[in-house]
Nanobody, 115 residues
Framework: VQLQASGGGLAQAGGSLRLSCAAS????????MGWYRQAPGNQRELVAL????????YADSVKGRFTISRDNVKNTTVYLQMNSLKPEDTDNYYC?????????WGQGTLVTVSS
């Protein structure tokens, strides 16, 4: 499974950004896709996850502000709509895909929120 992430960049506090992640390769093995974030020196933490049954899970810190969704046509692209951004949302965001065997990671995309 290969993951190509896009989006991110600079936003002001209160603003919005959208991340996209397109999966390719053995996509039929994917059971869930999501986004994690990691600041230097910190552990990677879950931001949002969506399963093949469209069950979603969010970190408490982003509930009500971030929304994860998938492309209904291709079913291989997930989006993370980030609204009401806060400076503490500044991080490297990583797209992920889970299979029954392992976790796959895309390249990080930097989100910077200025106050």
């Amino acid at each position: 499974v290969q993951l190509q992430a896009s989006g991110g960049g600079l936003a002001q506090a209160g603003g919005s950004l959208r991340l996209s992640c397109a999966a390719s390769g053995n996509i039929f093995s994917i059971t869930a896709m999501g986004w994690y974030r990691q600041a230097p020196g910190n552990q990677r933490e879950l931001v949002a996850l969506i399963t093949n049954k469209n069950i979603t899970n969010y970190a408490d810190s982003v509930k009500g502000r971030f929304t994860i969704s998938r492309d209904n046509v291709k079913n291989t692209t997930v989006y993370l709509q980030m609204n009401s951004l806060k400076p503490e949302d500044t991080d490297n965001y990583y797209c992920s895909a889970r299979t029954n065997v392992r976790h796959y990671w895309g390249q990080g995309t930097l989100v910077t929120v200025s106050s």
